[in-house]
């Protein structure tokens, strides 16, 4: 049974108190950024200080059954809100990307997209800006090709004239050229076929460049020029 659930049913079934009183409002030394608000039953509870300064919380202060259900909510949001902060922690996602493994996860999926969009509005979540990372990192690193780019992005459910915006940013800000991004991708893998025959060589460096989705003319005008060519360092 989720949480919004499990405090509803306390504070509205049959005989159970309706009316609480806070006790103490305090850092919370388990979240950090975080506060704990403890009630004269002992129960407690753990939100932003945006929300309780919103909800007009004291100590002191009385809670009766409507207020109750909006701290059950914010509850909720908040713990998949710092879920999701954590995850962005670890490595840059879209918004589609990071609500399907929420949801994976086992959050409610309204509560993921509340939570989500409250990301967007102080900017930690933004497809835009993702993009741009996503498409500079694998252009400049991985020497993927525009319809790579563009093939990543939409799996990772980014929308198409985001994605088309920021490849086309990030191309005219490093000045990328894509036929010389496609040679010197082959200038680099092929020194790592150098022991390897000449036919060896071709086949592997044809489909290296095939997986970073560059045309196929492209790929054998440069294999043909390439192969025994190259002086290896």
Known sequence: MNRVLLLGLFFSS????????????APSVRRPGRFDITFDDRGTTTLSIEVIDRLHLASGGIVDDRVASEIAREESLLVVYDRALNMLALRARSSDELRKKLVQKGETAEIVDVALERL????????ASFARQFARSKTL???????RLKQE????????????EAIAEIYEQEQIDERASIERVGRKKLRSLAKLDEATQRRRLFAHLARRGYDIDEIARVVRDLVGHVEVD
Request: charged share 25%; aromatic share 2%.
């Open 14 to 25: 049959g005989e159970q108190l309706s009316m609480r009183r806070i006790t103490s409002i």
């Open 141 to 147: 690193g991985a020497g993927l090709s525009k319809r």
């Open 153 to 164: 992005l939409a799996r990772k459910g980014v929308a198409a004239p985001v994605s088309e």
């Open 120 to 127: 967007q509005q102080v900017g930690f979540l933004d497809d």
